[in-house]
């Protein structure tokens, strides 16, 4: 059994992260956030220590790993805001520590530079949760697509409904999500990278507040994308089911089916990390520098260019 501290237990994500903690048959000896709505927490771990502040968080895991090897942290989940996973993943290593971090490992592909020195320097893994490499449809389309000679024509379509909490939020500010790219589109990027290699150009045909469209070229793949956080966009069928999100995946016009079996994921992403499989930062740089690209790309005009979402828009 391994113990665990989680960073961000008020998180929309932690609750599979302390579930995935529970399922892999570990425990969790403390955790933290700035808020204390964590009543969560005590469906999993009710004895686990609590702490508001980092600092405090931090000492007492300096405490545990000097003075009590038995409940020594020997990883620490990440589920805080995007723009402060480096700092923690630096936490994690500096307290002994292996980091297991929700996507995205950082937001800025400089900050996954210093990382790979802190790995080397103080002997400890940072892993990242890539989920859509563990879904068996995803998996089939890889190896089916990896050999590739010929270029795929590929749709990629992400809505998913979030209301005005999300401006006023840190996912609404730039500087602390990344943007539309990199927060809701960041696992969509890597797994077009992983089926169908890397990327030779890239385009952003549009973008506001609450949308974004382009394309890629990549070796086996022209793909276009569009990514939504407007509940409008939604289709009618999602409506009348009372879905709140809408994933599409076509290659070469046919639907790839990849909207179920998300329930387990972030287990299988812990067994694969205990067992040493688990995705490292080797795995995150791609998607990273890719969505970075697109964050600093300017806006090309020509309605021609659209995501078909985007048209009917």
Known sequence: MKNFALIGSAGYIAPRHLKAIKDTGNHLV????PSDSVGV???FYPEAKFFTEIERFDRFLEKLRYSDNDQKADYISICSPNYLHDAHVRLALRVRAHAICEKPLTISPWNLEALEALEQEYGKRVYTILQLRLLESLKKIHLENFHRKDVAEVDLSYITRRGPWYHTSWKGQETKSGGIAMNIGIHFFDILLWIFGPCTES???YRDSERMAGMLRLE???????LSIAGKDLPETCVNQGKSAFRSLKVD????E???GFEDLHTLSYREILEGRGFGLSEAKPAIDLVHRINRSETTSGKQNLHPNLVQV
């Open 30 to 33: 403390a955790s933290v956030d």
């Open 41 to 43: 927490v005590d469906k």
């Open 203 to 205: 385009q952003v045909h």
């Open 220 to 226: 086996r793949a022209n793909v276009r994308w569009f």
């Open 253 to 256: 016009g046919e639907e790839i």
């Open 258 to 260: 990849f909207s179920t």
